[in-house]
């Protein structure tokens, strides 16, 4: 190691620290009231919709204007960014300008009852169509019993069935005519006809029989089997003619069905002359009333059960009526089930039995929508059985098919009915978080064939003079679409600084619409309470105070402890090796920030520096990954030709939960370097930002949550005018404080500095001269640099006389002080 310095020469970054002590003006960027050209939102005319969604609606409006399959919506953007009620009313002015959707019948397949027919009809003649059959229905009923129990049926049909009769008796008159020649008679017994032999007018009984000589006996057998024969032919016949009787009956039904019905079959086919499936439809009932005429008339009195036929088959089940839509349709199921979606068949139970039949075909919601729209929550879809295959299978196939699961999935126990699949023609739109989409574009190999489309939703747009008068205007909008009062100029004017606050930036506004209309909603009702007709700054500060209230429970626990000492935060003194970060919370909706001490410790290592939140498993990749980043700079400036000898330790003091981020990056490289120079830190200071590899100090989040943390507990104890707060100064543009914070800072009793580099940082907390190296890499002694690189050096010499045996070399001088 000998001729090896130890010293500035290590130091990566020349140049001069940049920090500046920042002022009022700088803390918030309020909205200037003389941009906004109007009293109240009254004034305003109605704005164009989409503010700051240029993008997204212009993705919108190519979806719904693209006629192609597979041009389907999805639509990316946080909840409460109002991109529901805009994808809504952008469709809605696509919807108006298409003709209304059809009207979707099932009705009774004739051929295959399992399998109803689907029949489609203009919008609103679906329900004429079935007050119509309804009515025919109705009048079905008496015109079959009027039709069977009339005198000219009755007495055609008893003139047929004398006529076989009369038939039947002649044949067997004739063939007993004939035996009675032969000494034969023919007997009607209760078990059948019977041929026996007489004596006289009587039969012979058994015992004159067998007294008759041999061949008189043999000659009558004779005759009874001849004429036993003839008679079985005869039998034989009668079932022929009573086949023939009951075509005759039928036949003389039809013509009777056809007289009795065929004038209502007419009289329904004047409505419907310009609908040819209607006219189909009709001439099949007609043909089936006919031919099914005995077996309703059946039903009729009593024994539908018997006959398994009733004039309900001759209903119309309307699933989608168009009539009150003057447009195409456009849909938004919240329940989005499989059976929701594509529809269902409903079932009854009578007698322990399951029943079905075509009435009880229920439509979904892409029945509905067919022709239009249909507007639904990915994540909801996503999260139902089957819902999002059976979704993906309708728009792949181009035809909705009414299934049960049990069907879908092979295991349902019985028959069931299958209807008739109905075309598709609608547009999907799925609503979900960024997050969603992109699993689904990545995992999901069909969804980009089926969802072309995606539109976009900012989260914040830029904050200019233009922008905050198109802000007004939309605010105009909310209003009016809330029917609340007119906002004041002065309160709009809070509303576009309320903005700029939930975007966590002084120069954009938040695009989100449901935080803002719910402050809007709640001033609204508090300028109501003071009976103001309108909403006046007062009343929004006061609802965005209230919230505050109505939430805050758990910051003030957290400032409670601190106060009292539980929680241990020093606001003043100066102490090595420990510093003031700030960290964030979010409960809800509501992010407050609180000052925890981080604390460093150091001794002769091998150049580790432990993250003792990381070794509990606590510390969390990104907070890891600052660590390291720090330790990477360390290595650099102070340890460039040498191994770093040091081991120190960094944790979150009385920190019981997970860290996250490296915004205490910074944080935790001053405490460390106060460790390594045993310089005390300002404890009326804290510090928040991350730190790349060349002690640059960068951009982080929630920064004016940090400041009014450290602030309030500051002014909970007495301002000093000493106390204040280290930012990084790329986040002095986001910088949307608290009036009191601005007012603390403007009289001097709080300050706020902004700052470029580590250096910059170590000098505001420590009060030394970070030490700047000269043309040939020295720093100035006494310095926090030097300070650093003497206590590294004389680690490296204790830890070369350990290595070395454990003899201390007398005389020698650490590098840095060579």
């Known amino acids: ?147 069977f129990e009339g005198d000219e049926y009755r007495s055609r049909a008893e003139g047929l069935q004398n006529e076989y009769k009369e038939k039947e008796d002649q044949s067997l008159r004739a063939l007993g005519h004939e035996s009675v020649q032969s000494g034969i008679a023919l007997l009607r017994t209760p078990q059948g006809f019977i041929f026996a032999p007489m004596k006289g007018e009587e039969a012979m009984s058994p015992e004159e029989f067998n007294q008759l000589p041999a061949a008189e006996r043999v000659r009558m057998e004779g005759f009874i089997e001849s004429y036993g024969e003839r008679l079985s032919k005869l039998l034989h016949q009668f079932p022929r003619w009573r086949r023939e009787l009951q075509g005759k009956l039928r036949d003389l039904s039809r013509e009777t069905m056809s007289l009795a019905v065929g004038h209502l079959i007419e009289d329904l086919k004047e409505h419907y002359t310009d609908l040819l499936n209607v006219l189909g439809f009709l001439d099949q009932v007609l043909a089936d009333v006919v031919e099914q005429g005995e077996a309703l008339h059946e039903s009729r009195e009593g024994d539908e059960e018997s006959s398994g036929i009733s004039v309900q088959r001759y209903q119309v089940n309307l699933v989608v009526d168009n ?95 299958e209807p008739e699949p109905i075309p598709l023609s609608c547009k999907v739109v799925l609503f979900g978080e960024p997050m969603l989409y992109y699993l689904l574009k990545e995992y999901d190999p069909e969804f980009d064939e089926l969802f072309k489309v995606a539109a976009d939703f900012d989260e914040a747009t830029l904050r200019d003079d233009g922008a905050s008068r198109s802000f007004a205007g939309y605010l105009g909008n909310l209003a009016r679409e809330g029917k609340l009062r007119p906002f004041h100029r002065a309160a709009v004017a809070r509303l576009i600084e309320h903005a700029a606050r939930l975007a966590g930036d002084g120069e954009l506004l938040s695009l989100g619409r449901q935080p803002v209309l719910d402050i809007m909603t709640e001033a609204d009702y508090l300028a109501g309470k003071a009976a103001r007709e309108n909403v006046a700054r007062e009343d929004v500060e006061a609802a965005l105070a209230q919230r505050i209230h109505r939430t805050d429970r758990i910051r003030d626990i957290y400032q409670r402890e601190i106060l009292r000492g539980t929680l241990i935060i020093a606001s003043s003194g100066f102490l090595v090796g420990q510093i003031n970060g700030l960290a964030v919370i979010q409960v809800g909706d509501f992010a407050f920030a609180h000052p925890v001490r981080i604390s460093a410790t150091v001794r002769l290592g091998e150049g580790d520096v432990m993250d003792i939140e990381r070794e509990t498993e606590l510390g969390g990749a990104i907070h890891s990954k600052g660590v390291m980043i720090l330790y990477s700079f360390l290595a650099a400036r102070y340890a460039r030709e040498t191994p770093l000898p040091l081991a120190a330790s960094l944790v979150f003091e009385q920190s019981y939960g997970p860290v996250e981020g490296d915004s205490a990056s910074l944080a935790e490289l001053c405490v460390l370097l106060s460790a390594l120079s045993g310089l005390p830190i300002n404890q009326s200071l804290a510090v928040t930002g991350s730190v790349n590899q060349h002690g640059r100090v960068q951009a982080i989040g929630g920064v004016n949550e940090k400041i009014e943390g450290f602030y309030d507990i500051c002014a909970a104890r007495g301002l000093t005018g000493e106390q204040g707060v280290l930012i990084p100064e790329d986040n002095v543009k986001h910088l949307m404080l608290r009036e009191d914070v601005v007012t603390a800072v403007r009289d001097g009793k709080f300050r706020i500095w902004s700052i470029a580099d580590v250096d910059g940082a170590i000098e505001l907390l420590t009060g030394v001269a970070a030490g700047e190296p000269d043309d040939q890499g020295n720093v100035p002694p006494e310095t926090v640099n030097y300070l650093v690189a003497a206590q590294l050096g004389a680690m490296l010499l204790a830890r070369q006389d350990f290595s070395g045996g454990g003899e201390k070399k007398k005389g020698k001088k650490p590098p840095a002080a060579e």
């Open 1 to 147: 190691m000998a001729g090896r310095r130890y010293n500035s020469e290590a130091i990566l970054i020349p140049g001069t620290t940049m920090t500046k002590l920042l002022d009022a003006a700088a803390l918030y960027r309020a909205c200037d009231v003389s941009l906004l050209e109007f009293e109240t939102t009254a004034e305003l005319a109605e704005a164009e919709p989409g503010f700051g969604q240029a993008r997204a609606v212009d993705a919108v409006r190519f979806a719904v204007d693209m006629p192609k399959a597979g041009f389907n919506l999805f639509v990316l953007g946080q909840p409460g960014s109002g991109r529901h009620a805009l994808v809504a009313q952008l469709v809605q002015e696509k919807a108006a300008s298409l003709p209304p959707a059809s009207d979707w019948c099932y009705v009774h397949n004739m051929d295959d009852p399992m399998r109803p027919r689907a029949l489609p009809l203009p919008p609103g003649r679906g329900v004429e169509l079935r007050k119509d059959m309804q009515r025919f229905v109705d009048d079905l009923g008496p015109a079959i019993t009027a039709a």
């Open 323 to 417: 009539l009150a839509n003057p447009a195409a349709p456009v849909v938004f199921e919240d329940n989005p089930t499989f059976p929701s979606l594509v529809g269902r068949v409903d079932q009854l139970a009578h007698m322990g039995t399951l029943l079905t039949n075509f009435t009880l075909v229920r439509s979904g919601a892409f029945h509905r929508a067919n022709g239009g729209f249909l507007m639904l929550e990915a994540a909801k879809v996503l999260t139902q059985p089957y819902a999002w295959e059976g979704l993906k299978r309708v728009l792949k196939a181009g035809q909705i098919r009414i299934e049960s699961l049990g069907q879908v999935y092979g295991f349902g126990a019985g028959l069931s009915l």
